[in-house]
């Protein structure tokens, strides 16, 4: 015989099921730099699912990366010039192993674990939208907690130089955050070293921006 709890909201949709699975909070850290020039901070996780949120308070980082290899997840941090640091945060699917002795566990019908009482769970805030082909833009927040976020899709900008001489050297940027208060900035945030552009060159701008970021709630995390 198979036992099925299923939770109703008050207009009667099924809120959790046998097939409901959340991501529970895993772990969190800080990425860390001098500032003195871009780094590129490594993380590596075991998981299923991982997915990493920002909380970029003193100056734009980004998720630069993040590859797969057997179930070992490695994210690469981007943390902009003059930037020293930067919490991140991790959720996944739930492991085998409960973090209480005693606790509630749901299971659906392959005996997969879908919830567990000995966790805290990824609580999305909302994703706000950001205007289309800008090169900085702001948006505000919830009110009333401590945010970390990521874009729902990351971008891309490159810079092309074109020589007096010939040639076209190319400039790879990422879209970065940086929490401001109430406000969330996206802006693009260079990956190389500065290069003089000689006189009389021309230089030309390719890029898709992000079109959402995505805000979840780290207040007691």
Not at 42 to 63: E, Q
Not at 68 to 74: A, D, K, Q
Not at 160 to 184: D, M
Request: proline residues 6%; positive net charge; hydrophobic residues 40%.
């Amino acid at each position: 015989m198979t036992f099925l709890i299923r939770i109703r909201g008050d207009a009667g949709t099924v809120q959790i099921d046998d097939t409901y699975c959340n991501l529970a909070f895993m772990t969190k850290g800080v990425a860390t730099s001098n500032g003195a020039r871009y780094t590129v901070f490594v993380v590596t996780v075991t998981g299923r699912t991982p997915l990493m949120f920002l909380r970029p308070l003193h100056g734009s980082a980004c998720i630069s990366g993040v590859t797969n290899s057997g179930g070992t997840w490695t994210f690469k941090i981007g943390l902009g010039v003059g930037v020293t640091q930067c919490p991140y945060y991790i959720f996944d699917s739930i492991p085998g192993a409960s973090a209480e002795r005693y606790t509630i566990r749901l299971r659906n019908a392959q005996n997969q674990v879908t919830w567990d009482a000995g966790y805290k769970y990824l609580r999305v805030l909302g994703t706000v939208g950001f205007p289309n082909d800008f090169f900085t833009a702001d948006v505000r927040g919830p009110p009333g907690y401590q945010w970390a976020v990521a874009l729902a899709d990351p971008g891309w900008y490159i810079l092309q130089v074109f020589l007096p001489q010939g040639g076209a050297p190319s400039y790879v940027y990422h879209y970065g955050l940086n929490l401001l208060g109430g406000v969330c900035r996206c802006s693009y945030m260079q990956t190389s070293r500065v290069v003089p552009i000689p006189p009389g060159s021309r230089q030309v701008v390719h890029k898709q921006s992000p079109s959402s970021v995505i805000f979840i709630d780290v207040t007691k995390l």
